[in-house]
């Protein structure tokens, strides 16, 4: 059974050796994952399973000990999900996971064993639905990092440009993450999601079947747009 949740954004610029010189502008952000991954602590877990979108390549379940890098962002610096636990199936981690990696290496992380799991942005929301109740049933008490971002079409420079319907969308999905509500998070239009660029719809929705029946509130600890992309952090308990 679901016990608790984090969702965070998942863009490489929280990682400061990334962000650089623009590192100070994300440290509200870093403060509020912080949070929500002390929630997930609080829980007492028996498995953590990160959640992120991800291309065809890095779909699927990646095992505890698995790397990545943001070699790819311009930064020779390397992640582990969870500990070291020897030699592991050569495939990185996709970037939202390795976000997710850092977070938790950032906090300490030794709550609960870790595992990751990578679906694509496009994966439709009864496939996802399905996915979260079968997450649900591998614990007694299971914890879930969701990583993925909101619109990326809020202002005109934003990596989508802009789009006037990204606005409400990213207000629906703070709406539903704040209330811990899991059938309005099921209703966010996944080809909406798809045109304006939100990779957090699908692992949200992944959340949302996991969450059906565990009867959680919800808290959300951020709400903005930096760089023209919907960034939400809420804690589930």
Known sequence: MLVAAAVCPCPPLLVPEVAAGAAPELDTLRDACADALGVLAAARPDLLIVIGAADHEGRGPHPEGATGTFQGFGVDLGVRLGRDRGPVADRPLPPSLAVGAWLLARAGWAAAPVEGLAVGAPLETERCMSTGRDLAARADRLALLVMGDGSACRTLKAPGYLDARAEAFDAAAARALAAADPEALSALDASLAYELKAAGRAP??????????????????????????????????
Do not use: F
């Not at 992944?206 to 747009?225: Q, S, T």
């Open 204 to 237: 949200w929705q992944v959340l949302a079947g996991a969450a059906e029946e565990a009867g959680l509130g919800g808290r959300l600890l951020y709400e903005d747009a930096p760089y023209g992309v919907g960034y939400l952090v809420a804690a589930w308990s």
